[in-house]
């Protein structure tokens, strides 16, 4: 069992930045394809960014539009999700996904282990 510890979650106002990180117990995880998806309220869990166990090969969501970078440190066990020009619509529960399996990015990580989560506040 990997599990996965997000930090780095908070408030925000509308076009500031945060950075989300995300710490792996086992050292196999590494190895895994990882991400981070995102839960509104009253809306389904959706992906936001994947990236494949050698970093160099990421994935994100349309609605990313360039504002967020996905990277990966195996030597730490981390992966981070920096957000840029956030906005209102960016304000969810963010979470770390691992998962043994690769190709689709999406369908990969929701086979995988999830974080407990963190929350990201955007304000106007």
């Known amino acids: 069992q990997v599990q996965l510890v997000e930090s780095g979650g908070g408030l925000v106002q509308i076009g500031g930045s945060l950075r989300l990180s995300c710490l792996a117990s086992d050292p196999l995880a590494s190895t895994y394809t990882k991400g981070w998806f995102r839960q509104a309220p009253g809306k389904e869990r959706e992906f936001v960014a994947g990236?494949?166990?050698?970093?160099?090969?990421?994935h994100y969501a349309d609605f990313v539009e360039g504002r967020f970078t996905i990277s990966r440190d195996n030597a730490k066990n981390t992966v981070d999700l920096q957000m840029n020009n956030l906005k209102i619509e960016d304000t969810a529960v963010y979470y770390c996904?691992?998962?043994?399996?690769?190709?689709?990015?999406?369908?990969?990580?929701?086979?995988?282990?999830w974080g407990q989560g963190t929350q990201v506040t955007v304000s106007s």
């Open positions: 996904a691992a998962s043994r399996f690769t190709g689709d990015y999406d369908l990969a990580l929701r086979k995988g282990y």
């Open positions: 990236v494949g166990w050698s970093g160099e090969l990421t």
